[in-house]
Each structure stands twice: as C-alpha cells, then as structure tokens.
C-alpha cells in the first residue's frame, strides 16, 4: 500500500523558516522523482519545487528560488523542503508526491501518488 504522509506544517511569521518533511512507502522510492506541491485558498494546486530519483536534477518554481530547498534521503524514503524567508503568499497547503516514471521537470499530472497535506500558514 502506497503512503506519503506529510509532517512539519504549521504556522509562522513572515521570514521565518520551516522544514517538511515526507515519509514514503510502498513504492521504489530511489528509482521515483518527488515533488512539492502547494495550492493556496481559491487557486490551483502548483508545483513548487521537484527532485529526480538522484536528487541531482531539481526544478524550483520561480518564487521560491533561493528560499526553498527540496533534498531527499533514499536511504530513509523520505524528502524533505526546507523554506526560509517565507512570505504571506506561501500559505497553503503543502503536498508530497511521488512520480515513478518522470523527472524534475515532469508535470502535475505526471504524478502518481499524493499525501493528504500539511498546511502552512505565514503571517505578515
């Protein structure tokens, strides 16, 4: 049974740091591209940063280069997203998902499995 379960949500204010992380199961995790969606209240669901099976080819959305930073443990299955700096309009709800066939720069429906979320709200 496939599982990504999501943790280290929470909230914090405008410049402050949190790290997320997501535990996989139930798939080949070192051979399966991973990402980092978020979708805001009314907007679409958006990829905000991806890594390959590697962890070597990694795409950033624009507003959170230099911010974010997506890693990944195949040793552990998990990834994790580290933000910095975050900003009011990086409040939403934050989700895992795993890719088995694609890479970094793969689209939102090339995506397989998906968590349930963890939200994140920063105040200004």
């Known amino acids: 049974q496939v599982q990504l379960v999501e943790s280290g949500g929470g909230s914090v204010q405008a410049g402050g740091s949190l790290r997320l992380s997501c535990a996989a199961s139930?798939?080949?995790?070192?051979?399966?591209?991973m990402g980092w969606f978020r979708q805001a209240p009314g907007r679409e669901r958006e990829l905000v940063a991806a890594?390959?099976?590697?962890?070597?080819?990694?795409y950033y959305q624009d507003s959170v280069k230099g911010r974010f930073t997506i890693a990944r443990d195949n040793a552990k299955n998990t990834v994790h997203l580290q933000m910095n700096s975050l900003k009011a309009e990086d409040t939403g709800v934050y989700y895992c998902?795993?890719?088995?066939?694609?890479?970094?720069?793969?689209?939102?429906?090339?995506?397989?499995?998906w968590g349930q979320g963890t939200q994140v709200t920063v105040s200004s």
């Open positions: 890594s390959d099976w590697g962890g070597v080819g990694t």
């Open positions: 139930g798939f080949t995790f070192t051979t399966t591209a």
């Open positions: 998902a795993a890719n088995l066939w694609g890479s970094a720069r793969s689209g939102q429906d090339d995506y397989d499995y």
